[in-house]
């Protein structure tokens, strides 16, 4: 639903008025952002600010609902993530933004750039796509781990380290990441506890030669005073909706007031399926991510995909909320490049051509929408004509 109504198939009227009805075809956004975080919310208040016509379809969910205030973020510390959510959409709307409710389910390519399908089977459709989706945190399984989740079950020293300063800290050790994990959060308390579990122990419940901590790590520990049990660890102590402890398989619960983690990050790229494009493994082996080049451009196999951009945790895994911010407005900036650069060409082209084939099909696109005649405009040279005749601003040729 959009803050005007629910439309069956969205595209941009002109600015500031309500979207419910059309009476003639309606043009596309120049941008569809699926994800309104701070990845998505950040492009389309730049992209506002630009004047460009931005459409936000969000599902509801960021990362860090879970939270009680979303700390690192300079002057918002403490801030609850609901409420930087709606600030960001105030602020977007203040520039013409709009936003619908809802779950992108697919997106397909089309003569004006991409449609893109709800999950009311609604559809919005625009000549850039800009992927903010974010990702989601595949947690260990160990029962009741989501129920404590962003509370007291953790991951992110620098988003709860303070938080948790000076308590019993203990670390779900499933791999060499938990090593590094109790490390670091070593810095934040001197009461750290690593739970071998997973794939450190071996089949009969031993540590793992292979997966275990190395003869350097032991020593690591052992000089930081971070304590190792020998797990499997099969679930949690909850008292008072507060973490007591974890309960070892054999039935001796360990005190503890937080319990560290490590998920595994998923982008969520489902919706892309259509477009040909998939999420793959992150570089540090955490998870998998939309790849994407220094500007944000998605790759396919080492590839730009002409139109789609990225920004946020759907692309960079381990970006932090004023790093997604950022994010989105490296990417809008140059979204608003790339569709200066188009706007340029088509420009030169009529200027040069004002009747040429070319420019018909654009006029007869950016009139009619799909419904236009003629030749596809989207796959169209700016330029068909062979000599090089040039109008100057007179109307004389040269
Ligand atoms: C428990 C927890 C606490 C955290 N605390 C902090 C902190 O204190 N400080 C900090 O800097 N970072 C913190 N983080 C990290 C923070 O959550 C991320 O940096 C941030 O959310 C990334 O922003 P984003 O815009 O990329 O994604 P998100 O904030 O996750 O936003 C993505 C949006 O896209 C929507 N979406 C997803 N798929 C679709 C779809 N198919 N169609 C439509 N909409 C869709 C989602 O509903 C969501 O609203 C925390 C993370 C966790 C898990």
Avoid at 92 to 102: E, I
Avoid at 181 to 187: E, G, N, P
Avoid at 213 to 223: G, I, K, M, R, V
Wanted: aromatic fraction near 4%; include cysteine.
């Amino acid at each position: 639903m959009t803050s005007h109504g629910t439309p069956s198939s969205l595209t941009r009227l002109p600015h500031s008025q309500p979207q419910t009805q059309t009476q003639t075809q309606p043009q596309p956004y120049d941008v569809v952002i699926i994800g309104g975080g701070a990845a998505g919310l950040s492009a389309a208040v730049v992209l506002g600010r630009a004047r460009r016509s931005v459409v936000v379809v969000d599902s509801g969910q960021p990362r860090n609902a879970p939270a009680d205030g979303v700390h690192s973020y300079l002057t918002r510390d403490g801030l609850r993530p609901a409420e930087l959510v709606r600030l960001g959409q105030d602020e977007a709307r203040s520039y013409g933004a709009d936003f619908v409710a809802g779950r992108a389910v697919d997106s397909r390519r089309s003569a004006h750039g991409f449609t893109v399908t709800l999950d009311d089977g609604s559809t919005v459709s625009g000549r850039r796509l800009l992927v903010a989706t974010g990702l989601v945190d595949e947690l260990p399984d160990v029962p009741g781990l989501g129920d404590r989740w962003g509370r007291d079950v953790l991951h992110c020293p620098y988003c709860h380290g303070w938080e948790v300063r000076d308590q019993a800290i203990g670390i779900l050790g499933t791999g060499p990441k938990s090593i590094h994990q109790a490390l670091l959060f070593r810095q934040w308390s001197r009461n750290i506890t690593l739970f071998l579990h997973g794939d450190m122990l071996d089949a009969d419940g031993g540590i793992s030669e292979q997966h275990g901590p190395t003869e350097a790590e032991w020593e690591q520990l052992a000089a930081r005073g971070i304590s190792v049990v020998i797990g499997p660890v099969a679930g949690l102590d909850v008292r008072d909706d507060a973490l007591a402890g974890v309960r070892l398989a054999g039935g001796h619960v360990i005190p503890l007031q937080a319990l560290v983690v490590a998920p595994t990050f998923t982008a969520r790229t489902a919706f892309l399926a259509g477009l040909g494009l998939v999420s793959s493994p992150h570089p540090l082996g955490v998870g998998t991510h939309l790849d994407s080049d220094e500007t944000g451009r998605v790759l396919s196999g080492g590839v730009v995909v002409p139109g789609v951009w990225a920004a946020g945790n759907a692309t960079n895994l381990m970006a932090q909320v004023v790093v997604s911010a950022a994010a989105g407005l490296g990417v809008a900036t140059m979204i608003n490049s790339d569709l200066i650069a188009e706007e340029l060409e088509t420009a030169v082209a009529a200027y040069r051509h004002p009747f040429s084939a070319v420019q018909e099909a654009r006029n007869s696109s950016s009139v009619l929408g799909d419904r236009r005649h003629g030749l596809d405009p989207q796959h169209t040279p700016a330029q068909q004509t062979p000599d090089d005749t040039v109008q100057t601003p007179h109307g004389q040729t040269s």
